[in-house]
């Protein structure tokens, strides 16, 4: 009687009787008897911790990456809010100041902010997923088409990509009267656009960080924040 990975051959036999009648039976009953020689040597043991090893790396790696997506899709979030408000404030300031010659540098310089803070808006926008922002960039980009003649008298043109560029000089010589027909009150274009902006600001609201419910007052109407002042709620 032999002895085989701590067995004997006739508990081999009795275990493995079935499949002893034939070659294809003797390479199976080999093929147990090399399992459980890898069973007693820890073989397999090894072979199945490595195995869930990977797997429970894996989950960690997938669990990590959907935070990662999720913390970058929040940051997208708060930084549309701050572009809308920048933008928001921009137009107000425009919309409530006299346009005359003696504050004509000071509406210059307002002007630039409109439309540097306008293009914020838009890149912004892009980097969120959301159809009801989109909608909304886009009605605010088809307001800024249909005046797209009066904006040139001033310096301001409409580029393929929707985007805003502003020509200092063709500003500082347009006329006041011009200036004022776009940015003088809330029938104007930045009122217009101001328009847009509340309900851009909505969506950001109901979509991003939690705290940017305090965008809107209580009987849901959009607060005049300033940009450092979301900034510092978003953050």
Not at 38 to 58: F, M
Not at 124 to 151: F, Q
Not at 169 to 192: P, R
């Amino acid at each position: 009687m032999a002895i085989y990975f701590g067995l004997n051959t006739d508990t081999a036999s009795s275990l493995f009787s079935s499949l002893s009648s034939s070659n294809s039976s003797t390479n199976q009953t080999f093929s147990l008897l090399g399992d459980y020689a890898s069973i007693k040597s820890g073989s397999y043991k090894k072979l199945l911790s490595a195995y869930y090893a990977l797997d429970s790396d894996s989950q960690k790696a997938s669990t990590t990456n959907t935070k990662l997506t999720e913390k970058l899709d929040s940051e997208s979030w708060k930084e549309v809010a701050s572009d809308i408000s920048s933008l928001k404030s921009s137009a107000d300031t425009l919309i409530e100041t006299e346009i005359t010659e003696e504050n004509r540098s000071d509406i210059e310089k307002e002007i630039s902010t409109f439309v540097k803070s306008y293009n914020e808006v838009l890149d912004s926008s892009s980097d969120v997923s959301s159809s009801s922002l989109s909608k909304k960039t886009e009605w605010m980009t088809r307001i800024t088409g249909n005046y797209s003649d009066a904006l040139e008298k001033i310096g301001i043109t409409v580029k393929e990509d929707d985007t805003l560029s502003l020509d200092s000089e063709v500003l500082s010589k347009a006329s006041l009267k011009d200036i004022e027909s776009v940015f003088s009150d809330s029938y104007s274009y930045a009122g217009q656009v101001n328009s847009a902006v509340n309900l851009m600001a909505q969506v950001a609201s109901n979509s991003g960080s939690s705290n940017t419910a305090s965008l809107y007052t209580s009987s849901g109407t959009y607060s005049n924040l300033s940009s450092s002042s979301l900034y510092d709620i978003l953050f």
